[in-house]
């Protein structure tokens, strides 16, 4: 099988160590910002989705935030919310920003990644290109984790795209979220092993083979979490898929189920290769304050208070995408 085949790689939080774009190092091509600011900083060829966390709809904050991006080449959309509740976040709402911003910035995407409000098995999302106007929609059901059989589940992927096609979206607007994480205060997670993430992008190109971008989750960690940026082989893997040259997928039985023990365990640090490995080791140290609990509503105002600039790194508020 084949891994998801598309020209844009995006992977979530602490993407900028130092001024500089640390993902581009393992191809990441598509930068989480939230401020404009940070498009000086971007490298040539590097497109930006810029963070929002804001489902109240046309606000004059919302006009704030938005504004100082539009116009803007090196914008390819705007990331409205995280796991928004529908509980919480209306559709209306959400319809409203995605409406402005095609209005007053044609040609940028909008983009959530959603809730599942039911179990692994049984996947319910909500929000749909109907009911709010946005043009693509993320996935992120991760396939190692404790609440699965034998701590792996690939099956769990296809079952997500089959649930959120059945309610109206189009498999052209459905956007991977790959899981890179694992560990700390979310212990359930367990990081993949090299070969386990081989395995959920050939399950993912089974079902979504072309998707407008894919997505990493999550470069930088949340809290107390082992992340992409300290993985050397899991940053291998990644490198290897965004250059376009991803290695041939083992089948899943021939991947070993992982445990939370012999995961943790297995964790290398930061490549030596990579440009930056050590300053994303003290990014990732200083990075407790800004992360957003497992499950809740996206809201950036929530995170301000906790956002610093930590040593010589700029830290962006963390998207807290787990299933």
Known sequence: MSEPNTSLHYTANGNFVNGQYAPGADGFNLADISSASQLSELPSGVKALAYLGMTGGVTASFEAAVEPFIGSSQVYGFYLADEPSPSAATAANLKAESDWIHANDPGAKTFIVEENSSGNLTPQYYYTPANTDIDLFGLDPYPIQTNVPNNYDLNIIPLAVQSAESIGIPHQDLVPVYQAFGGGSY?????????????????????????????????????????????????????????????????????????????????????????????????????????????????????????????????????????
């Open 187 to 323: 212990a359930s997670y367990i990081l993949p092993t090299a070969a386990q993430e081989q395995a959920i992008l050939s399950e993912w190109g089974s079902v979504l083979p072309n998707p407008a971008f894919d997505y990493a989750y999550s470069w930088g960690a949340q809290d107390g979490d082992t992340p992409l940026s300290q993985d050397s082989a899991l940053q291998q893997v990644f490198a290897a898929h965004n250059n376009g040259g991803g290695a041939t997928a083992q089948s899943p039985a021939s991947v070993q189920p992982a445990s939370a023990a012999t995961a943790s365990s297995s964790v290398k640090a930061a490549s030596p290769n990579s440009e930056f490995a050590n300053s994303i080791a003290l990014l990732n140290g200083n990075n407790m304050g800004a992360h957003l609990a497992i499950g809740s509503a996206d809201t950036l105002q929530n995170l301000t208070s906790g956002l610093k600039l930590a040593a010589a790194a700029e830290l962006q508020p963390n998207r807290a995408v787990h299933s």
